[in-house]
């Protein structure tokens, strides 16, 4: 499930070369098996930077918090992620600050995040915010396989640069790309590539309004039509410019502030509401 090889256009075109440097591997496995109310792991696997760890919740789910113990991302680290949650399951995957991007001297750094749900699981994607400093080159791609009864809730929040110092990204990379399959039939898909002189293309109305921070909900399940008025009434409650639709048994909302903070306790509230249950205790530590 690791990806051996890294997609030739994950540079996002060219650029100049830098300097040759080691850079952080990472690889990050985990499957957890139910019954429902008792998750637990069957299988975990690590490698290079990156660790799980497993706080007790007493809440039924399984909780697992993933940490890059490189302390960051650089030009040209690799990290892949691969959860499974068995038939029953109920895994929960998030980490435990923001994570830092930092500024590239030339590579793309790159994520391979790789989702699995067998029948009748639920599987929630939360990490902390993306945090791309000024001159930062992300790559990143995303992609789910899921049973028609499952439940899929994802979520991930990015920071255009370092607001507490007054940094705004005025350059650099982010290249998303998500792919959502179920059943086998694709029913999401959805790019994202903002590259080059990225702080002005925020600025356009078009595309960002001057957003400083930006976050994508997706949430998969037999239901999700059904909750989207109610996802809504959540929405009305925040102070970010958002908004939700759902079709094809999804529901998609996104949000778009000045910067991280306004936007992240927007999130917060919208996703414990969404959920019925609090955050991960280290979103609030």
């Known amino acids: 499930m690791y990806a051996s090889a890294w997609p030739s256009d994950a540079g996002g075109g060219a650029v100049a070369a830098g300097p040759v440097r080691q850079r952080a591997v990472g690889r990050a496995l985990i499957a957890a098996t139910g019954p429902a109310g008792a998750t637990r792991p069957v299988r975990i696997a690590e490698g290079g930077s990156l ?17 890059n113990t490189a302390g960051g991302t650089a030009c040209g680290d690799a990290y892949s992620i691969a959860a499974r949650a068995q038939a029953g399951a109920h895994l929960v995957l998030t980490t435990p600050a923001a994570e830092k991007v930092y500024r590239s001297d030339g590579a793309t750094a790159t994520v391979d995040a790789e989702l699995t749900l067998e029948a009748g699981s639920v599987l929630e ?25 499952c439940s899929l809730t994802m979520v991930e929040a990015v920071a255009f640069g370092r607001a507490a110092h007054g940094e705004r990204m005025a350059s650099g990379l982010l290249n998303d790309r ?28 078009a595309i960002g309004g001057g957003a400083g921070a930006v976050a994508t909900i997706v949430h998969v399940s037999p239901d999700a039509g059904g909750r989207l008025e109610g996802l809504r009434g959540l929405l009305e409650t925040c102070s970010c410019e958002c908004g939700a639709s ?15 903070g306004p936007l992240r306790r927007d999130l917060a509230r919208v996703l414990s509401g969404f959920r019925g249950a609090a955050l991960p205790r280290v979103w609030m530590s």
């Open 178 to 205: 998500w792919t959502i399959r179920r059943d086998g039939r694709l029913i999401y898909a959805d790019a994202l590539r903002l590259e080059g002189m990225i702080g002005d293309d925020l600025a356009r109305p």
């Open 246 to 260: 759902a079709w094809n048994g999804l529901i998609v909302a996104r949000f778009a502030a000045d910067g991280i």
């Open 51 to 67: 660790r799980l760890r497993l706080p007790r919740t007493g809440a039924g789910w399984l909780e697992a918090v993933l940490i």
């Open 125 to 149: 994607w939360m990490p902390q915010e993306t945090i791309l400093y000024d001159a930062a080159r992300l790559s990143r791609r995303f992609r789910v396989e899921m049973a028609g009864d």
